[in-house]
């Protein structure tokens, strides 16, 4: 099988490579990272992105065309809302057309910000709420989707791991911080349904063999606050938690004014298509654990 990954020096994209590299995978990024190897990685020009591709699919056909791509950081989107929607909506959208041309399946790595409602879970029906550039310009590139292309699926998650790049991962800040004993505040109003890296990329492939089409929530099973994931996560990792402070995130301060905060997401549409249950919190935290344990033992 060939599976193209669009974006693969960032977290989700670097542990995609990895993972499937029994198949005929493939990478497309800006730059070369240390997190994926140069071999899998092909260096492309985004702002050429059709002829780009062209160049190898022409020959190399992928029967799978995930795309990772996006600009995460709230801020950065706040502050160019054209090179937010560029990057988050347009790229997709050029990525949702090609795949329709080599009749690839397109898997759109969507998001979970979504929502602000106060609800625990979320259905792919509720209504959307949008609090930001990165949530609208997400939601644009669902739209453009939609249109472009049928044979794709939009997967709105929460995603969780080690990214061992440039920059840490919420997972990587939080168990460094946990380690050096370094006090840190986490959040007991910001509800998700975090599901490990690699978790999601098995369903992806399973979703693939389904030929499933049309939006669908991959996510943990269950909803949890930041502060109580952190005071799991010290207790799997055998860290103290002494350090670790409960805070409230408020709507109204001036660095956090645009964020959604109860992301929760409903996984029943795709536990039925695939006949099996998504994660539980504690499976996906013991995921993470046996990663950590693979790589640094
Ligand atoms: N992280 C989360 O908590 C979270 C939660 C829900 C949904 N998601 C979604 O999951 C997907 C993957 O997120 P992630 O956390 O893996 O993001 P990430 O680590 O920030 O990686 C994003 C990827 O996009 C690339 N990229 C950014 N700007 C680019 C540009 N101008 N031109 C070309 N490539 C560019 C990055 O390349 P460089 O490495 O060169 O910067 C990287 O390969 C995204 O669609 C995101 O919206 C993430």
């Given at each position: ?10 977290l ?7 993972l ?13 990272l ?100 990165y ?11 939609k ?45 998700t ?12 492939i ?5 030929k ?86």
């Amino acid at each position: 099988m060939k599976i193209a990954i669009i974006g693969g020096t960032g977290l989700l994209g670097s542990n995609l490579v990895k993972l499937y590299s029994n198949y005929d995978v493939k990478s497309f990024s800006r730059v070369h990272l240390n997190n994926v190897s140069r071999i899998k990685n092909n260096v492309i020009n985004f702002d050429d992105l059709s002829n780009e591709l062209s160049e190898f699919f022409d020959a190399w056909k992928p029967h799978i065309i995930i795309n990772t791509v996006a600009i995460v950081s709230l801020q950065k989107c706040e502050e160019n809302y054209d090179m937010a929607n560029n990057i988050n909506c347009n790229i997709a959208s050029k990525i949702s057309k090609i795949s329709k041309k080599y009749n690839s399946y397109f898997i759109h790595i969507s998001t979970d910000h979504y929502y602000d409602d106060q609800l625990i879970t979320h259905t792919e029906l509720q209504r959307v709420t949008i609090k930001n550039n990165y949530a609208q310009t997400k939601y644009n590139a669902e739209k453009e989707i939609k249109k472009n292309n049928k044979k794709a699926i939009i997967v709105r998650t929460n995603i969780i791991g080690f990214r061992r790049g440039l920059s840490e991962s919420f997972f990587e800040w939080l168990l460094s911080s946990l380690r050096n004993q370094n006090t840190i505040n986490l959040y007991t109003n910001f509800y998700t349904s975090p599901i490990s890296v690699n978790h999601l990329g098995k369903m992806l492939i399973k979703c693939y063999k389904k030929k499933l089409y049309g939006t669908y929530n991959i996510a943990s099973s269950e909803v949890i606050d930041k502060f109580s994931f952190g005071i799991k996560v010290a207790n799997k990792f055998g860290y103290s938690a002494e350090n670790v402070t409960s805070i409230e995130l408020k709507k109204s301060s001036s660095d956090n004014p645009l964020r959604a905060l109860t992301l929760g997401l409903d996984v029943s549409k795709i536990e039925s298509a695939l006949q099996e249950k998504m994660p539980t919190i504690e499976k996906t935290i013991e995921n993470l654990y046996c990663e950590y344990v693979d790589v640094n033992e």
